[in-house]
Every structure is written in C-alpha cells, then in structure tokens.
C-alpha cells in the first residue's frame, strides 16, 4: 500500500499519480486524509484524557490521606474511563476503514511509464528473432489432437471447462519445459529455487494485493481465508512477510514452480481457443527482493532472464511497456513479453515483469535494517520466467512441419530426450 505520510504530505501529487491510471481511485485520497485526521484526533484526546486520568488519581490518594471528600474527583474519573472507551471503539473503526482505503488505491506509476487509457498505448520497445515462414500454419489444438498430446474432453470430464489434460508426450513435453525453465534460472541467472505450498492464506493474497480488488476471480475456501495460489508470486514474496532482513540478506531472488489458479475464462472464440485462457496452468516465477535504489535498475534485468528462455528456444517475440491506463494494480512499471504463435496469427503474453516499488512490502511487513541502522521498506520485483500454456502454444505452432511431426528445439531436446515429436500413427 501506499505510504500515508506521503499521502498526507504530498495529497496533490498523489492524486495526480493516479489519474492517469484506470479507474477513479485517486478519488479515495480525500477520504483517506479525512479518515487518518479523525483517527490521528482521537488518539490525540485519548492521550490527554489518560494523562488527566493519572493525574487526578493520584490527587484522589491524596485527598483520601487527608480525610477529604474526594466523591466528585472520582466521577470524573470515571467520566474519563467512559470516554476513553469510546475513544478506543473509534479508533479501532477508523484504524480499520483506514486499512481498506489505503488497500483498495493502487500502487503510483513510475514518473515515466507511458500514459495511455488501455492497452492500445503500450508502446513496443523492443522485437526479436523473425516471423517464421509457414505456409497455412496450423494451431496448437490441431497439431496435439493429431500428435495424442492433449485431450480437453478429459479435462471437461474430471473437472470442467478451461482445464487441459496432458499425455503421453504432451506431459512429457509439459515436464521438459519445467525442468528447463528451472534449470535456465536457478543454474544461469542465480536464483535460489523453492518449493512453496499451492494453498495461501488470505492476508498473503492481500500482501501481494491480490486481494480485496481480483477475489472474485480467485479460488477460494468456502471460509474466503486460503486461495489457491493464482500465482507462484503470491507463497514466494510472502516467504518473507513479517520479517525483517538485514542490509547484507539483500537482494534476494528466488524462483519456483506451481500451478496456478484463475477463475478467467475470457470470452469464447479463436483468441481463446485451446489453451490460451485455461483456469489451471503451470508457471516458473522469478521473485526479487531487494534495495529500494536498485529496484528499477534490476528490474531491467529481470526481464531480461525472462527472455532469455525465449531466445533460447529460438522463440520470436516482443517486449512492450504497460501504460498508466494498462498497469497492473501493486505495480509501479511493467514490462510484457509476448511470444509469437504462427497458428494464432498473434502474440500473446508469457511473461509480465514488475517492479512494484515498496507498495507489497509495506502490505507484508517487509523490512530490512539500512547501513544506518534505520528499518526500511523492501523493494519487490516479479515476473513470469515463463507461463508454460502460451510458451507451449508458440512452440508447437512455430517448430511444426509438413509431415505433422513437431520439431523440438536444441535446447530442449536433453530434457525431453527425443529431437522430435511425430504422428501416432507414424
């Protein structure tokens, strides 16, 4: 969340952060300094009235020394003790509604992110690799069903629609990629792998700001207190929540593995078709913690790890920057990369990279001891290193050939142990 002495002191400047953003959250900022000068005043009254409250008890054993009627002193203080209650349920209440306010405005864009209503403002920054040249490309749908490599009837069988089943090769294909993404992260770019549980608690989801805003897209208990985790972000950052690091722990980065859970399904039609929006899909994040002055700098190089798989895989795509309009709710700035399907005719988005500032940390209580022993927000950074559908999509419609095989890119080939993938029926 954002830091209220910066909304206190700067209001102006904050509102004008925020609009450009979607929405009309800049709106709460009024409110927030109402609900924060409320609070501040009771905790004000409260402190003189338990100060007087002291003072006359002591003037009472006083009085009752000297043989003194001290009846009207101990009305009053007891008129105090009612009061203070009073003051205590107030600012409880505004504690809370405070909290709710400060949780429900997003994250200030970075003072250069590309203004822009949606997402037709996202400039592209950078393009790599080429198109490749297929003659009437099939797409991933087609190629698995004449390869047995995915069955979405047994998916809607066991479970529902947007859910995919893996077999034969297609899981051996899904475990390849995985132990690739793994390797390429924790054995090149230094990142410690981690195994987290798939099921979070609730204030984990509000840590990373998952929550309140996106629950409804979110698989809950029927209690609303554990999720499935939409995001390996969520248990990773969250490792840390609580806690306070010291300026030698940092920076931190971690990756790991998990399914991950959404009740999106977008709309019907071929831009969703197959796999593209599924509600369980498997991801390889990358997560950084770090010093607030190296933030944005490292976040260059997160992205960066991120393609690397692309770019390994021999995988053409582009890199564009979110707008103000577009940005994600904790972020501060974003980069998307979005790999190239020949079977969509599109691209389509398999890593986000964000920086999110101290925004997550101060949600989480996430600090670190500076060189001046003063504690100090962290910075957090995030990004898919890769989501697996899409990547899986790119690459068998990018490496298919005349024959209906698949060709599997060098990279890849010691991990799923074949150079190809043909017919059944070959």
């Not at 554990?226 to 806690?243: K, S």
Request: net charge negative; charged share 30%.
């Amino acid at each position: 969340m954002l830091d209220i002495r910066v909304i206190r002191e700067n209001p102006e400047e904050v509102k004008a952060r925020l609009k450009p953003r979607s929405g009309d959250a800049w709106m709460l900022v009024d409110e927030v300094l109402k609900c924060d000068e409320a609070r501040r005043n009771a905790e004000t009254e409260k402190q003189a009235l338990q100060s007087e409250r002291n003072t006359t008890s002591k003037q009472i054993g006083a009085l009752k020394k000297k043989g003194e009627d001290t009846s009207a002193i101990e009305a009053r203080v007891r008129e105090i003790g009612e009061r203070i209650k009073g003051l205590d349920a107030q600012v409880e209440e505004t504690s809370e509604k405070l909290t709710s306010l400060l949780m429900s405005i997003p994250n200030m864009p970075h003072a250069e992110c590309p203004v822009g209503a949606d997402e037709t403002a996202n400039p592209e920054i950078k393009v790599w690799g080429e198109k490749p040249a297929i003659e009437n490309p099939k797409d991933h749908v087609e190629i698995s069903a004449k390869l047995g490599m995915i069955s979405f009837e047994d998916a809607t069988r066991i479970t529902g629609s947007g859910f995919v089943v893996y077999r034969g090769v297609g899981a051996r294909l899904e475990r390849a990629l995985i132990n690739f993404l793994l390797d390429v992260q924790s054995g090149e770019h230094g990142y410690q792998e981690v195994g987290v549980p798939f099921i979070v608690k609730r204030e984990c989801m509000e840590g990373t700001g998952q929550l309140p805003k996106f629950e409804d897209d979110m698989y809950g208990t029927e209690s609303q207190q554990m999720f499935l985790a939409p995001t390996a972000e969520v248990p990773v950052t969250n490792l840390y929540r609580d806690t306070l690091l010291q300026e030698s722990d940092l920076p931190i980065k971690m990756c790991a593995y998990t399914p991950c859970f959404r009740r999106e399904a977008g709309s019907a039609g071929r831009v969703n078709r197959g796999m593209i929006r599924i509600h369980q899909f498997d991801k390889v994040e990358l997560v950084q913690i770090l010093k607030p002055e190296d933030s944005f700098r490292e976040l260059e190089v997160l992205r960066s790890h991120a393609e690397a798989i692309l770019q390994k895989l021999g995988l053409h795509y582009r890199v564009i920057e979110l707008c103000t309009g577009d940005l994600g709710f904790s972020s501060a700035k974003t980069y998307d990369i979005e790999v190239w399907a020949p079977g969509q005719g599109q691209y389509l988005e398999v890593s986000s990279c964000s920086c999110f500032t101290d925004y997550q940390a101060r949600r989480m209580k996430l600090r670190y001891k500076d060189a001046d022993g003063k504690n100090q927000f962290c910075h957090t950074l995030n990004g898919s290193g890769t989501a697996l559908p899409r990547l899986y999509v790119a690459l068998l419609e990018t490496y298919q050939q005349p024959d209906g095989s698949v060709r599997i890119p060098e990279a890849l080939i010691p991990y799923f142990g074949a150079d190809s993938i043909q017919p059944v029926n070959a």
